[in-house]
């Protein structure tokens, strides 16, 4: 008997090493000599993770036949072998496999495992324990305190003289802008400098304001008789004579009259996109001055003027606008966009201050708004490799257009404008090779600003904080104070049971976008202090509630 005792103890140390058995509380081992006939499991307790998945568990037996039944649940599927053993053999040991169901409940769950020796009718257990398959996020939401309005958002309809085939087909709009459509609320359009181009935006305009969404325009040249060419750099590029500012601004009207009376009531126009680069460059001090002699003159036209809107929202051309009281006067919108980055501010640098000269605007504005108009999301465009083509998968969709979107909003942003409307780094696939999505087809980008798009436009921001870093969310808040939105972005492995502690709220819709899923019903039900909505790993969810 000792031999067989040395034996075993050898073959359980074997297993521990190989199995990762431990002497935990929750993991009691059955250890010591035994003889004649048992059967038995060699632990009294297993703790599983809340996901589907596969463990495993030893069972121990000599001069026995065994089987193995199921107790009260449905945590386990299935486990293999389900019987062994014989009344002849001494001292073996088994493997099972043991196969479990996700945890979807609320509550964490058990089930016991039934081991039989049949010679001798002794009955050995094995609880499964198994954890959520979820982690939980707190929300904070406070409708008291009110931040910006916000407007809308879209992006630039593809201009004709640019991207040749490459327009906006009324299937097109009508899928971003439509009935049942995506959503989205503003568009953005070119203020061409040649007057035959100018009946080319008109339809797709009309349908988007016809459809609620905010129509504005933006010049990236003026006429060739206006201009001169000047080097900036080794470039030649055109630069709007003085003499000719009076000239340009009757062109910038006469393009709102034309618009007005095609049918399109034009809410805003730019001076001028990316005065800092090189389409027509100017100065800032010539941009203020311009504002200031013309800008009257536009307003009366019952159409808003946007300034100074450079590449990256560089104080070089913002501050003067703010500081200068007769520009500023002139001013109804403040715009800019986010070229030189804004979502990378774990470290100092030129990116985390320009995102915090950005997000501090709203406070030095006096009431006005400030929009993002511009800005796209292409990495690895360039690449051969298509697995280089990083804009394509949805990991990089989330945490780059999802997360800004997210920052901009947090800063204070009123609009979010994003580039090309149907582009293979857009909204809408296109014909292009490297497009994620079919022609026409929205992409996964599409869906991500349709979550703003849809929960967002015409509320106000509130108060709202999570307890994990790696759920953001913002909240929002129609004017009567009856409805309460939430986006949220989760970013982590993980997911989450997001809890929102509004007493007496109810849900309307949750929705939920994921690399699987485009704008899925999202689980949402009740707690004790108002309400949870499930959040996948890596995803954006959006809910609606009503006080």
């Known amino acids: 008997m000792k031999s067989y005792t040395f034996k075993l103890c050898w073959l359980l140390m074997g297993l521990c090493l190989a199995w990762g058995c431990s002497d935990d509380d929750d993991n009691v081992m059955n250890t010591g000599e035994r003889e004649g006939s048992y059967a038995l499991f060699l632990k009294n307790e297993l703790q599983v993770s809340g996901h ?34 014989a009344a002849t053999d001494l001292h073996q040991n088994v493997r099972l496999k043991i196969d479990y169901n996700v ?62 085939s490459n327009v906006l087909s009324t299937e097109d709009m009508n899928t971003l802008y439509g009935p049942g459509g995506l959503g989205y609320s503003v568009l953005r359009l070119m203020i061409y400098p040649n007057e035959a181009d100018w009946s080319t935006d008109v339809a797709a305009a009309k349908l988007a304001q016809e459809n609620g969404a905010i129509v504005f325009a933006c010049p990236w040249v003026a006429p060739d008789a206006l201009t001169e060419l000047v080097k900036v750099g080794d470039n030649d590029v055109p630069h709007l004579k003085a003499e000719n500012y009076a000239a340009y601004a009757d062109h910038l009207v006469k393009y709102i009259t034309y618009m007005q009376a095609n049918g399109v009531n034009l809410y805003a126009i730019s001076v001028q996109n990316e005065p800092d680069m090189e389409f027509m460059t100017w100065t800032p001090e010539e941009l203020l001055t311009f504002v200031k002699q013309y800008g009257a003159k536009i307003r009366a036209t019952g159409v808003k003027l946007m300034a100074p809107e450079a590449c990256g929202t ?94 901009c909003m947090e800063g204070y942003c009123s609009a979010y404008v994003y580039w090309y409307l149907k582009r293979f780094y857009g909204m809408l696939g296109d014909s292009d090779q490297r497009s994620p999505a079919g022609e026409g087809e929205v992409t996964k980008n599409g869906y991500i600003l349709a979550h703003y798009a849809q929960y967002a436009t015409g509320m106000t921001r509130i108060g709202a904080t999570s307890d994990n870093s790696s759920v953001m969310a913002t909240a929002y808040t129609n004017e009567a104070g009856s409805e309460v939105t939430i986006v949220l972005l989760n970013l982590s492995t993980d997911t989450q049971s997001v809890e929102i502690p509004l007493s007496g709220a109810t849900v309307k819709e949750a929705v939920e976008t994921d690399a699987d899923r485009n704008m899925a019903p999202a689980e949402t039900g009740k707690t004790d202090t108002g309400i949870y909505v499930m959040a996948n790993a890596n995803s954006i969810v959006s809910v609606r509630l009503a006080l």
């Open 314 to 407: 560089s104080p070089d051309f913002t501050d003067p606008f703010i500081n200068d009281a007769e520009a500023f006067a002139q001013t109804d919108i403040v715009v800019g966009h986010l070229y030189q980055g804004f979502i990378n501010t774990a470290q100092a640098g030129y990116e985390k201050d320009r995102h915090d000269y950005v997000c501090g605007l709203y406070s030095r504005i006096g009431g006005k708004t400030w929009w993002m108009t511009e800005h796209l999301f292409n990495d690895g465009e360039t690449e051969t490799d298509p697995a280089l083509w990083q804009f394509r998968t949805w990991d990089y969709n989330l945490t780059h257009l999802g997360k800004e979107i997210h920052m």
């Open 103 to 164: 945890n979807g409940g609320r509550e964490a769950k058990s089930q016991v495992l039934h081991l039989t020796n049949k010679t001798t009718g002794e009955v050995s257990d094995l609880t499964i324990r198994q954890g959520l398959a979820y982690e939980i996020t707190a929300l904070d939401i406070d409708a008291s305190v009110r931040h910006q309005p916000v407007v809308g958002f879209g992006g630039m309809y593809n201009p004709k003289i640019w991207t040749g």
């Open 52 to 85: 589907a998945g596969t463990t495993m568990a030893v069972v121990q037996w000599s001069e026995a036949e065994w089987e193995i039944s199921l107790g009260e649940g449905d945590l386990v599927t299935a486990v293999s072998p389900m019987s062994g053993g």
